[in-house]
């Protein structure tokens, strides 16, 4: 019939299969919208990645500025404690040690006795003189009774003229060899003195190197020459001490009359003495580069030794103008001393300077530099010109030991890894996921 819609097999047929092709090509732009956003996430993905990447070449830096000098310099150094006076005793003459009479440690007076030696050739030696001091005497009474019998006589015709002068004359000459006999026996006497060792001054004896019985050689006045006397005593002044320090050249400028340091020594920690300069060698070791330098300090109480050694801790005043780096901010380069200067558009510069005195962890700057300039703290040493940094914030604390474990750490696990030595630890805002980056998510 006319007018109607056909419901046989054939009409079912075509519309299954009209509904099957829009399915397919339904599932055809859902794949195609698929793979579109695939392509586009991974773009944005690289993108992201690459960014990121151009971001953590960017050396991270720690900025620091060039400070002011301290208002005080310091200067720690090595000394010698010396005593006052010290003096070695050696005999004066040859003999065996009868006694000693005081040993280490003991205090003595100028003249005090420290040693009697025996000495039998002074003492015969000194019997002899004076035994021709006798004879000398005796010629010289016997020239002077006849000199004046043949002066009584002289102008008469029982003598001659001659003869009355030869006679004054041999009374002149016997009195002259009392004269040299009385020499002779002031020497003897002078050297049998030295057989009573004595101190030469008020101190104590820090040395006693003979014990009785020893055979001791005479030091003639020139110990050196003969070098055959033998040390008996040593006696040191230490009422107050000498002590001495070599100071660098570049710190000489602080040796003057006023000037006091302190001393502190090893065996007595806590102990802090005062030290006045005394003089300076006013010249300046070839070698070292240092000038010696000569305090005093007072020791009443004898607690400073002699030969102990010391730290002397000196102080001056410094000029404040001068700007300090830390010495870990310097590069050394073939073009001389530099620093790495970060400008505003954060570029390295590498700018020349010249150093002054080193304090120890840090140095003067003389020229070459601004206090308001920004430079690298520990740069790298392949640090270039005009090399683009990314200025952070230190670590807060960083470097402090740590007290417990860190918050949400798993008792056991791995500790953090420690930053590596000589490389500032830094932070800085950690960066947002990108929106279309898959792996951020």
């Known amino acids: 019939m006319s007018g109607t819609h056909s419901t046989g097999p054939a009409a079912r047929e075509g519309h299954r299969r009209s509904g099957g092709g829009r399915i397919v090509m339904g599932l055809g732009i859902v794949a195609v919208g698929l793979a579109a956003f695939g392509i586009w996430s991974r773009e944005n993905t690289l993108a992201a990645l690459t960014a990121r990447a151009e971001d953590a070449a960017i050396p991270r830096v720690q900025l620091i500025k060039p400070q002011p000098g301290p208002p005080r310099r310091s200067l720690n150094l090595p000394g010698n404690i010396n005593a006052w006076y010290e003096a070695p005793i050696y005999a004066q003459v040859a003999g065996y040690v009868r006694m000693w009479y005081k040993d280490y440690g003991a205090t003595t007076k100028a003249g005090e006795l420290l040693a009697v030696i025996d000495s039998p050739t002074i003492d015969a030696q000194l019997a002899q003189a004076k035994a021709a001091l006798a004879v000398a005497q005796a010629r010289s009474r016997l020239a002077q009774v006849t000199a004046k019998r043949w002066q009584a006589l002289s102008g008469t015709q029982a003598v001659s003229q001659q003869e009355v002068d030869v006679q004054t004359a041999n009374a002149q000459a016997e009195t002259a060899q009392v004269a040299a006999a009385e020499q002779e026996v002031v020497r003897y006497q002078a050297q049998a003195g030295f057989e009573h060792v004595v101190a030469p001054f008020d101190g104590v004896v820090t040395a006693r190197l003979t014990d009785v019985g020893d055979y001791v050689n005479g030091g003639g006045g020139d110990v050196g020459a003969r070098g055959g006397a033998q040390e008996l005593f040593s006696v040191s002044d230490i009422h107050e001490m000498r002590v001495f320090a070599s100071i660098p050249q570049e710190y000489s400028d602080i040796l003057k009359p006023g000037l006091v340091a302190t ?19 006013k010249a300046v070791n070839p070698q070292t580069r240092t000038v010696v330098t000569e305090l005093t300090v007072d020791n009443p109480k004898h607690e400073l030794l002699p030969g102990s050694y010391a730290t002397v801790h000196f102080t001056a005043p410094a000029n404040q103008d001068i700007l300090i780096l830390p010495e870990q901010a310097l ?111």
């Open 263 to 281: 001393l502190t020594l090893p065996q007595s920690p806590g102990r802090v003495y005062q030290a006045h300069f005394l003089t300076t060698a």
């Open 331 to 441: 590069l050394f380069r073939a073009q001389g001393m530099q620093v790495a200067l970060v400008d505003a558009q954060d570029r390295v510069h590498l700018q020349n300077i010249t150093l002054g005195l080193n304090l120890g962890t840090s140095v003067q700057v003389l020229a070459g530099l601004k206090a308001t300039d920004r430079l690298i703290d520990n740069p790298s040493i392949g640090m270039l010109e005009g090399q683009k940094v990314k200025p952070v914030q230190p670590v807060a604390g960083y470097g402090e030991p740590e007290t417990a474990e860190p918050p949400g750490q798993a008792a056991g696990s791995a500790p953090a890894r420690e930053p590596q030595r000589g490389v500032s630890a830094m932070v800085e805002p950690a960066a947002a996921p990108d929106a279309g980056d898959e792996t951020a998510r």
